[in-house]
Nanobody
Framework: QVQLVESGGGLVLAGDSVRLSCAAS????????VAWFRQPPGKEREFVAK????????DYGDLVKGWFTISRDTAENTVFLQLDSLKPEDTAVYYC?????????????????????WGQGTQVTVSS
């Protein structure tokens, strides 16, 4: 059984940095792709970043490219999301998701419906 548990969110000031963690448990074959999504207040969930099992391929959403960094510690089964230069519009619940599928084009992994497992989310609030 796969479980994903996010942590690291909180209330920060604009310009601050935060590192989110996603602790994963379960068969490694079910965790081939791990991604972060976020859901701002009143909006749909949107793709933030994804990483492969061997950390040999990362992909970012257009709104965060160059600002956020995804990484993975395979030994600890943890995926991190470093959020730098935060802005109030980055306020959202950040979710970790995983899928065993590895053979699709990058855009496939931008869709929430293509992920089998989800964490409960962690709130990041950026105050100006």
């Amino acid at each position: 059984q796969v479980q994903l548990v996010e942590s690291g969110g909180g209330l920060v000031l604009a310009g601050d940095s935060v590192r989110l963690s996603c602790a994963a448990s379960g068969p490694s074959s079910r965790l081939s792709i791990v991604a972060w999504f976020r859901q701002p207040p009143g909006k749909e969930r949107e793709f933030v970043a994804k990483i492969t099992a061997r950390s040999d391929n990362m992909d970012y959403g257009d709104l965060v490219k160059g600002w956020f960094t995804i990484s993975r510690d395979t030994a600890e089964n943890t995926v991190f999301l470093q959020l730098d230069s935060l802005k109030p519009e980055d306020t959202a619940v950040y979710y970790c998701a995983a899928t065993p599928s590895t053979t699709w084009p990058s855009t496939y992994y931008h869709q929430t419906r293509n992920y089998n497992y989800w964490g409960q989310g962690t709130q990041v609030t950026v105050s100006s």
